[in-house]
């Protein structure tokens, strides 16, 4: 380890560290030249081309974890990328996927400028034939369809679906104000149904947050990870590298850690124990680890509170006199244990998960006296038709060992502190934003609406079967940002039939799926080229936000999302024109929002626009809020020395009706009515953490789940022959996709390692190569979500067979999350 810190040379340690940047010009000897300000910037890009090498401050966008990097550009052209050491989630470093923003940014099959369809007919065998038009005609040609909508009132038939966004720039001051602008609830419909809504509805149910959080992993002595694969899949993937070697190699006492999860991978493969449970059942696990803790008497007393005579009355299968309990930062707690605990013993969970009792008793004992300690948990188990359930019971261990805003324990995301936008758009609404026709319609994925899914957040996944059936109406014109549905969404086939009955905007830099059925291409810059900012994803918990800034001009004739959404606002009719207009470009955004820097200079100096964009991150520590031993203090400058009352944990952490954890859900309880009715759960537990069992689609035998690997990279990696040439241990190579399936189930259907299999849902069926292996239960086929496409470009074609094909659409009725991991398949050979 000691070696390898040290095999760094001068040069690099010069170019990375604040000696090697900091002084423009000065900084060319020491291997690179330093970007200060957009001046300088100007003149770095004008250096570059003249010979010498730029060193830029940026931040990847291979996964959501935005690590701040270093571009290195010589000649005009970007060779190399490396961590920014003074960016507080790279730490100079990178994870496998770094480096692949130079083949993004060189990609030959990237679209290079806007375009627009000839051919009318539309079609995976059809060719758009594509021909090249101006900017202004294609900005004029959306505001052209978009305000003969709105003049007819149909302004609703106007949508506009992201999946990645960043920031202020393409989200927050850009698109978000167009939906109520404009005059359409369609517009910003994102992909956390595709995503974790299910992580982020679990929470709001449970302690009022509704949103992911951070973690203070360095300080944890305890790690229980479900579904949620550390140390290939989970944000931020290259700070959990970091994070891994520390508290796993140099931290005393080490980290413990046990991970469930239904197949093995590094995570499993690296944790001191691993868990391989039924899909679906991570909830039973979790209800019997709370029994576990309950009934031993091992819960954490200054947070949750005790029995008033100090006497341990959870005893399995007895119900406890709720008065005999004082809670203190729990609600519901004795209420719970009487509706659904005090059954689910570690036996019982043994028959519904298939792991063996006594692992669930050590495992639970382990969490609970192995202080701090924090259950995490994401995709794995919350991707079925119980998620939200699974997700409740789940965080629940952390309120029971009191992990919730303590040292090594888990939080909340603080923001950054930007300064007001150009522009307020509740200054520019005429009468039509205010009280048009839209006013009445439902979004076309029904969410939030009586017939659709009243609690999620967004649900892409259903607006092709809504727009088929007109259910609630026909969409007219959609415009894509960063998400290429027909690849990403379950039923994929659905948004080929819906496509090719609409007016399509894709905005993607890549010639994707969802591009081959549009009618008209607007490309995005890559990530390399343009300004953007981002603040953090939640990571550990004090604010912290990052600017991406072009290490070259655009290679062709691109531009950014934000400044095509600016253009195109600037040409709608009344207000909503003035107010585009009034923002100017993006860079014009951030140099704006920069300003709150100015009162609140971060701890690396940041304290302007320039400074940011010298730096690349503005963060100030620490987290402003800490729970000790049953008491909150809040950050009075000097230390967590300001003690909170109720009213103020209510206000700040637990957001819930009682100002405190609940194990009976407030939130769920207030839509109680819809809930029933539509979940025929029942009345008695209903808000409460319980077991459900998962209702599995596709008709099969065997559980097919559809994970990610370490090279994703969100799918923009598809037709990098170096992405793909690394993915194929675990992918597959030869353009063949590789499906794990246990040597029982292979020997008992007669397949043999590297035999050609046919997997079938009732939706369909693919083929894969079979990888026999014991690495996955015997009830289970694991085919990674990689490969597959037949568009997005020549090394990315052809490959393989696509797992949505054959994914059924079902959604859990509470977060509306897409339910990738409940389908089951038949297996044989082909």
């Known amino acids: 380890m000691e070696i390898l810190k040290k095999a760094i040379s001068r040069r690099r340690f010069l170019q990375v560290s604040g000696t090697g940047a900091a002084a423009g010009a000065a900084a060319v000897g020491s291997g690179g030249l330093g970007v200060g300000g957009l001046a300088t910037l100007q003149e770095a890009h004008a250096a570059a081309a003249d010979g010498a090498t730029v060193v830029n401050k940026s931040i990847c966008a291979q996964c959501p974890a935005r690590c701040g990097i270093d571009v290195y550009t010589t000649n005009g052209r970007v060779h190399a990328i490396y961590g920014n050491a003074g960016h507080p989630i790279a730490n100079g470093k990178g994870c496998p996927k770094m480096h692949l923003g130079t083949y993004i940014l060189y990609d030959p099959d990237r679209f290079k400028g806007p375009m627009k369809r000839s051919n009318p007919k539309k079609g995976r065998n059809e060719d758009p034939q594509f021909v090249p038009i101006s900017w202004d005609e294609a900005y004029q040609t959306v505001a052209d369809r978009l305000n003969a909508l709105r003049d007819k009132g149909e302004s609703h038939r106007f949508g506009l679906l992201f999946g990645r966004g960043w920031g202020a720039t393409d989200v927050g ?35 009022g947050n509704a949103s992911y959080n951070s973690y203070d992993y360095r300080n944890a002595n305890y790690l229980l990870m479900f579904g949620a694969n550390f140390l290939e899949a989970f944000r931020p993937y290259n700070n959990n590298l970091q994070v891994w070697g520390y508290i796993r190699g140099e931290k005393t006492p080490k980290t ?44 954490e007393r200054s947070f949750v509170g005790d029995f008033t005579d100090g006497e341990n009355r959870f005893k399995t299968g007895q119900a406890v006199d709720p008065a005999s309990f004082a809670e203190k930062w729990t609600h519901g707690l004795v209420e719970w244990w009487n509706v659904e605990l005090k059954e ?8 519904v998960t298939t792991l063996p009792a006594e692992l669930i008793v050590k495992t639970a004992r382990e969490f609970a006296t192995t202080k701090p300690a924090i259950a995490l948990f994401e995709r794995g ?189 600037k040409r709608i009719k009344g207000p909503t024109g003035e107010y585009y207009a009034k923002l100017e470009s993006v860079e014009n955004i951030l140099r704006h929002i920069a300003k709150g820097f100015e009162s609140d200079p971060g701890d690396n100096g940041v304290n302007s626009f320039e400074s940011w964009v010298e730096k690349g991150v503005w963060y100030k520590k620490p987290y402003h809020w800490r729970q000790v031993r049953g008491e909150f203090f809040e950050w009075d400058g000097k230390g967590w020395n300001s003690p ?55 008709g099969g035998e065997l559980h097919f789940i559809t994970p990610k690997t370490a090279m994703h990279a969100e799918g923009r990696s598809g037709n990098l ?38 997997i079938r849902s009732s939706l369909g069926e693919i083929t894969a190569i079979a990888h026999v292996t014991e690495l996955t239960r015997p009830d289970t086929v694991v085919l990674p979500f990689e490969h597959g496409h037949w568009a997005h470009g020549r090394w990315a074609k052809g490959r393989g067979a696509h797992v949505d094909e054959i994914t059924v659409n079902q959604s859990d009725r509470i977060s509306g999350m897409a339910n990738y991991y409940t389908g089951k398949v038949s297996v044989e050979k082909a």
Request: hydrophobic residues 40%; proline residues 8%; negative net charge.
């Open 344 to 351: 689910r013993t570690p036996k019982w969970a043994a028959g």
């Open 173 to 207: 001051v850009t698109l978000a104000p167009f939906s109520k602008l404009y005059g359409s609830p369609n517009v910003g419909i994102g992909h956390s149904s595709l995503c974790s809504d299910g992580s982020v509805l679990a929470k709001q149910c449970t302690d």
């Open 721 to 758: 022959p170096n992405a793909i040439a690394l993915q194929q241990p675990a992918s597959g190579g030869n353009r063949q996709t590789l499906c794990d399936i246990h040597p029982s189930v292979a020997r008992a259907k007669g397949i043999a390692d590297g035999d050609r299999i046919r």
């Open 381 to 569: 188990a919350h991707n079925h038709s119980n998620g939200v359930l699974n997700g409740m019971a789940i965080h629940s261990l952390n309120a029971l060992v009191g992990s919730l805003f303590a040292e090594g324990g888990l939080a909340y995301q603080m923001g950054p502190s930007y300064g007001p936008a150009p522009a307020d758009p509740d200054e520019h609404l005429d009468d039509y934003a205010k009280s048009g026709p839209h006013k009445d319609m439902p979004r076309i994925d029904l969410k939030g609406h009586e017939d659709g899914y009243l609690m999620a957040k967004n649900m892409m996944q259903e607006i092709p079967a809504n727009h088929l059936a007109g259910k609630p109406y026909k969409m007219d014109t959609v415009m894509f940002y960063m998400t290429n549905p027909i690849f990403s969404s379950p039923d994929a086939i659905a948004w080929e039939k819906m496509l090719g009955e609409v007016f399509v905007i894709d905005t993607s830099p890549f010639p994707g799926e969802t591009a081959m059925f549009a009618d008209l291409i607007l490309p995005d810059t890559t990530y390399l080229e343009r300004w953007q900012d981002a603040p953090t994803y939640p990571f550990q918990g004090w604010p912290l936000a990052q600017i991406r800034t072009p290490a070259i001009k655009p290679l062709y004739d691109n531009r950014t999302f934000g400044d095509t959404l600016i253009e195109i606002g």
């Open 256 to 299: 413990r850690v046990t991970y469930v999860d239904v197949h093995m991978n590094q995570t499993a493969a690296a944790a001191d124990r691993a868990l391989l449970l039924k899909p679906g059942t991570d909830g039973a696990l979790a209800l019997a680890i709370a029994h576990v803790i309950l009934t031993e008497g091992l819960w």
């Open 644 to 698: 909170m009352s109720a009213e103020d944990v209510k206000k700040k952490l637990l957001k819930t009706d009682s100002g405190k954890f609940e194990f009976k859900s407030s939130y769920l309880d207030h839509k109680r009515d819809w809930v029933l009715a539509k979940t025929g759960r029942d009345p008695a537990k209903f808000n409460f953490p319980h077991w459900e069992e998962p209702k599995y689609t596709g």
